[in-house]
């Protein structure tokens, strides 16, 4: 028997699916394969698979997640190149949302919340060749950690 070959998708607990769906497809630009108000919605960034993401609505003064706490800290979409992040995270300063960006030697990422609080990534993966290592990329003591090194307060000033 062989192992799990990729993650499938991820549920989300969400007080409102009207307003977490409309973030979702509006910000990321997921489309939607089924949306049933009050209850659900099932998007997917790739138009191939069925969802990525099932959005499930729980009470709406259901307790949001704690800083601390144990459970999901975040889940990442990935983009193609450096400047589709670059549009990401001009996309992210319009809209007003607090953005923690981070260089993790491999890739480089945009960190936000969505509406209920739940952690988003959205990075660029480096070609491995350029990777500033081969071997322990998260423990390896020269591993760059950190603000990005590009221009982005220049872009956050275009």
Do not use: C
Not at 20 to 40: C, K, M, N, Q, V
Not at 84 to 90: I, M, N
Not at 120 to 141: K, L, M, P, S
């Amino acid at each position: 028997m062989s192992g799990p070959k990729y993650l499938g998708h991820l549920n989300i607990n969400v007080r409102n699916v009207e307003i977490s769906h409309e973030w979702y497809t509006d910000l990321l630009g997921l489309h939607t394969y089924d949306f049933i108000p009050g209850r659900a919605a099932f998007l997917s960034a790739n138009v191939e698979l069925s969802h990525e993401i099932a959005l499930t609505q729980v009470a709406e003064g259901a307790p949001g997640l704690q800083p601390g706490q144990v459970g999901l800290g975040h889940f990442a979409w990935r983009v193609e190149t450096l400047d589709d992040l670059k549009e990401f995270y001009q996309k992210l300063l319009d809209r007003d949302i607090k953005i923690t960006p981070r260089d993790h030697g491999v890739s480089m990422g945009l960190y936000f919340q969505d509406p209920d609080g739940n952690g988003v990534e959205v990075y660029y993966e480096r070609v491995r060749a350029d990777w500033y290592t081969q071997e322990n990329i998260f423990t390896n003591e020269k591993r760059p950690v950190g603000d990005f090194p590009g221009p982005w307060d220049e872009l956050a000033a275009d």
